[in-house]
Structures are given as C-alpha cells and as structure tokens.
C-alpha cells in the first residue's frame, strides 16, 4: 500500500488533537493517544514509523486488516460513481449488499435496514421489537455493552450507563450465566439450568405480555470476552419463545468471524428474530450497522409504518466497503483463519497462565480473547469492578512503548487482531505480553 508521506509529526498530531478535538469515554486532559499516520494489514505506523501490532483490530472492528486494497478500490469506485442518495432512492449497490447478507446471513434472518454504526442498530431493534410486539419492556443483561446512545446505553450494563440515567424506561436488568462474582453453579448444565429458572421467573415478575424482546450479545464483549455456556443459547431461544419475547443477538463485535464462525449465534444453534451488526460488516473502513429482521417482523412492516429513519441510511459508500470487505472475509479463509488461529491464542495463554502468577484466567472463541489479571493467588481481581490499579496503566505503558497496541479494560488485556494474523505474528504478540506481564506479577500479594 502506498500512501503520501504525512505532513504533521506525531506531537504535532496529538497537540491538535487534544487542543481541539474529545475523544470517547474520557476526560480530554488526561488521555495519551497513540498517533497514527497509517496502518497495513495487523500494523499500525507513526508519522516517524514507529510501528504497533494492532492486538485489539481498533476497537474489535478491523477484522479483515488495514489497508486492503480491494476494499480502498470499492470505495473509490463508488465515490467516483455515486457517492449519496437519500434513504428513498434504490440503488445497485443496495441490492447487490443486501442480496449478498440474505445469502450469508443464516435462517431466515432476510431482510436489513441501515445504519451508520451498532449503536443506531440497537436503537432501531428497540423500536422494532416493540412496534411488532406492541409491548414496551425490554431484558437485558449487566454484563454487557450495547452503544453509547441514548437508547442503547440504557441497555448497556456496565457503568458506562451510570453517568446518563434514568435513560430509556421499560428496560429491566438480569444477571448473565457467569454474573461478576456471584455463581448459578459449578458446571455448565447446572450454570445454564439455574439461570435460565432464574430469568423465567424474572419474566413472570415483569410480566411476559409486557416484554417485548431480550437483547444479549452473544458472546459478550468488552465486559469480560464471555462465551455463552454450551445449551443456553438454546435454552434462552425457546424460554423467550414460550412467552412470545422476540431474542435479539447483538453481533455488533462478534459478528464477520470474530469468534471463528461467520456468525457467533451459529456456536448455538439457533437463529435470533432480530440481529444487529456493525463493526466487522464493513471491517471499519467506512462506519456502517444493520439491523437485520427474521421474516415474520419483516412483513409485518411491509404493511405497518417502521418509524425509524436516518439521513445516511443505506450510504451508497458505506454499502460498497461492507460488500468489498465481505468479499475479503470469505474470499480469503479469514473465518477458517480466525478457528485456527484461535487455538494457536489458547496456547500462548496457556503458556503464559503456567508462568506469570498475576494471570487469573484467559478465554477465547477464535480470536475473540482476554486475559485476566489477579492481584493475589487467592485469585482477587486485580481492579475491582469499575475500578482501577496503576499496574495497569504502568502495563499499558509498556505494551505501547514495545510496539503493541490494545485495550486494557479493568483487569482485563485484551486479545482480539485482525483475522488474518499468522502464528509468526502471533508470537511476536506475546512476547511482548509476556515481558509486560513480569511488571504486573511484581505487584502480585502471595
């Protein structure tokens, strides 16, 4: 890829920036932001060419790589041809994207709106959900993320919500299959089995004729990378469906092959009535979500106003990013790689696990990870909940000084690059994890 040499040096990009520019979830005066004049493949690059392994892809949203030059030319092509439209108008580009989601798109999940981001997505399964059902109440579960939104946050868990409640009404709150300390059980079946009774008699707390939907991600997020125990997704599906509350998967992080399917619901065997996605969809080259509606909601709008709409919905240029990146995705093995690659991650964790005494427990599905830290073997989570520890920032420090770029989010470091890393790379990840972590285990109490 080659690319104009930048005009600016990095502290002359990071002095504007925070001079004149907030960034997310922080107080401006206290951020340190990475400078970044490019990026190729799982590499990020400074003006001066200092280069970072991008072990989180962004915001777990680049997962076909930077810089791939069909995805740059798709882009360009539709600019030169038909940069907007209005939300009315049909275009090519719209029927060739939406042809290609209802043919990967498992079951009969066949008809999409547009959005320009996961947030927006939820916001409109929200309304969605309830225009079909005519109920106004909505489950979701504390660990969780769903956008920043007003909607969405409010469906949102983590503390991120705290600042900007009341919110959204209706929206009522439950304990996920693995809450933050509390337990359902020491196995699977029993974790599955207790929570699922627990969330039915939530249900006849609320009322089921008054729930519309329940939203999960499916494989939870930045609240700790938590996969669903084995049966739940299943158990969860037909506990909803005996009250007529619609499930809504939120994919917006692991969907596109994140979790080593194209799709994290497949791990379940189920099909949701609503999916939203972002993120991956467009690999992040241009900002796009979709909302995603089985058959009955879809018809059931063929005849009844959806009251939802947005100036950018369908955005010719977004739509050509998500079909070219797509087209990569599949087209190259990166959902296969994702699978494999997983396992080549669940070894170095392992490895690492075995050697440092601050790790608590590592987890993945495909290259969706995180490691967890301790702050003493009686396995006490380094940072409390919504807390912090200055290990971690002295271990974030010295990740961004040796070359690696990540999230550290509470205890936890984050394990998420591009699906097309190989184990060469890989290694060279954690290695620098490995000598990162040998500052933590220093603060580690026996």
Known sequence: MTTASPSMSSKEMIDACLKHSMFSWSATGKVSPVPVARAEGIYLYSPEGKRWIDFNSQLMSVNIGHGHPRVVKAIQDQAATLAYAYPGIATEIRARLSLKLAEIVPGNLNTFFYT????????????????????????????????????????TGDPRRWPVEPGLPGVVRVMDPRPYEFSFGSNDAEIVANNLKYLEEIITYEGPQNIAAMFIETVTGTNGI????????????????????????????????????????????????????????????????????????????????????????????????????????????????????????????????????????????????????????????????????????????????NGLFTVLQWNLLMCNPPLSIDEAQMAEAFDIIDRGLDLVDEVVES
């Open 226 to 401: 938590l996969p669903p125990p084995p049966g739940y997704l299943q158990g969860l599906k037909a506990l909803l469906a005996k009250h007529g509350i619609l499930l809504v998967c939120d994919e917006v992080m692991c969907g596109f092959g994140r979790t080593g399917r194209l799709f994290a619901f497949e791990h379940g065997g189920i099909v949701p009535d609503i999916c939203t996605m972002a993120k991956g969809l467009t690999s992040s080259y241009l900002p796009l979500g979709v909302m995603a509606l089985s058959d009955p909601i879809a018809n059931h709008f063929r005849e009844n106003v959806f009251w939802g709409g947005l100036t950018y919905n369908a955005h010719p240029m977004c739509l050509a990013a998500a079909l070219a990146a797509i087209e990569v995705l599949l087209d190259e093995g990166m959902v296969e790689n994702s699978a494999r690659m997983g396992e080549v991650m669940r070894g170095h964790m392992a490895r690492l696990a075995a050697k440092h005494r601050c790790v608590k427990e590592h987890r993945n599905i495909g290259l969706f990870g995180t490691i967890e830290l301790q702050k003493n073997t009686r396995g006490e989570r380094l940072v409390p909940y919504a807390g912090s520890h200055p290990a971690m920032a002295k271990l974030g420090g010295f990740l961004k000084e």
């Open 116 to 155: 320009l981001g996961g947030a927006e997505a939820n916001e409109n399964a929200i309304k969605a959900a309830r225009l079909y059902t005519g109920r106004h109440k909505i489950l979701v579960r504390h660990r969780s993320y769903h956008g920043g939104t007003h909607g969405a946050i409010t469906l």
